[in-house]
């Protein structure tokens, strides 16, 4: 089910993930017009089930994000399935442009588009992404414990995946690949905590019904594994937003792109806020949505700041009522009543 498009809200969300669902439900609950514009193509989809997310384990995505747009349509908030091309400024506020040609006016934006994994170009990686090929092991390193776990070195914090992996099994490789392998402390750090280091290219994933069951590399070697952890590089969906002068920049941590923020989620661009993986590469569920709720918060606290602003321009016009009434006064005197 999706909603009509209205011509203007207070708020456009971009993104109907966790982040930018708990940001709109914190907006409609305070009143704002406020819809949600999704390109239906969330980044765990391939997931089996929800983790770290406290009352809600094991949850698929799917269910969990149908609950998040029935809840926002209880409080009247708007989900609009539609990819957005471009987001512009229009005076104080914006005019967003979805991919088949409809518009939409919104006084201030919440971005909440979330990345992009760019894999290795290795073969059969991808297709068993989020399923026996993971990323992060609060997500899903419980499902892979004690099972014989690979480590694709990929960026700078390969070896800590792999220290990481080790909490949850004795039995972790770490595939150096095509990097120059690990300097003399980190090979100090997996030799002590007993993590193989497999030198040499990998070549391609072996399966077998359906399931990983070893990384071959390049030599022919095949290393039996039932599952691997590979970092992708993470870069934020925010092409639409160039038209604000506003661009994914280089994340401090090295792993990618995204979009910089405050704690409450502001940009640098006035009327522009971003929560969930699009500003914060590292955040699950839990923390997209909790991001979400507080840019919602900072959002509707700046609209009625500028609300507050304009009512005190008005009352202190020299034509408003409270201006005639006083001007009446000094006027009429005590004839005012009459007298």
Not at 1 to 22: I, K
Not at 36 to 53: C, E
Not at 244 to 272: K, Q, Y
């Amino acid at each position: 089910m999706t909603d009509q498009l209205e011509r203007s809200y207070d708020v456009v969300v971009a993104g109907g993930g966790a982040a930018g669902l708990n940001g709109a439900v914190m907006l409609a609950r305070s009143r704002r017009s406020v819809v949600v514009l999704d390109s239906g193509a969330p980044r765990n989809a391939p997931a089996k089930g929800v983790h770290g997310l406290l009352g809600r384990e094991e949850m698929p995505p799917a269910e969990l994000l149908e609950r998040g747009r029935a809840e926002l349509r209880g409080y009247g908030g708007h989900v609009v399935d539609a990819e957005i091309a471009t987001a512009v400024r229009d005076g104080e506020g914006f005019v967003v442009t979805v991919a088949d040609g409809r518009s939409v006016r919104a006084r201030r934006l919440l971005v909440t588009t979330g990345l992009v994994d760019l894999l290795p170009s290795i073969p059969g990686l991808r297709e068993r992404w989020g399923r026996d090929v993971l990323h992060c092991p609060y997500c899903h390193g419980w499902e892979v414990r004690d099972q014989a776990i690979g480590v694709l070195a990929t960026g700078p914090r390969s070896v800590h995946q792999a220290l990481l992996f080790r909490q949850l099994s004795a039995d972790i490789s770490y595939f150096t690949h095509m990097s120059a392998g690990p300097d003399e402390e980190e090979a100090e750090q997996l030799e002590a905590r007993g993590v193989r280091v497999v030198t040499g290219t990998v070549a391609a994933l072996e399966v077998a019904d359906d399931r990983l069951v070893g990384v071959r590399l390049a030599d022919g070697t095949v290393v039996p594994r039932t599952a691997l952890g590979v970092g992708p590089r993470m870069v934020a969906r925010a092409g639409f937003l160039a038209g604000l002068g506003l661009r994914a920049v280089e994340h401090p941590s090295g792993l990618g792109e995204h979009i910089p923020a405050d704690p409450t989620g502001r940009t640098e661009v006035a009327g522009v806020w971003a929560a969930g993986n699009v500003t914060d590469l590292a955040a699950q569920v839990g923390a997209a949505a909790a991001g979400g709720a507080v840019a919602g918060a900072a959002i509707n606290a700046d609209l009625i700041a500028a609300e507050t602003r304009r009512a005190v321009a008005a009352l202190r016009h020299p034509f408003s009522g409270r201006s005639e009434a006083r001007v009446a006064e000094l006027v009429a005197g005590e004839r005012r009543h009459g007298l």
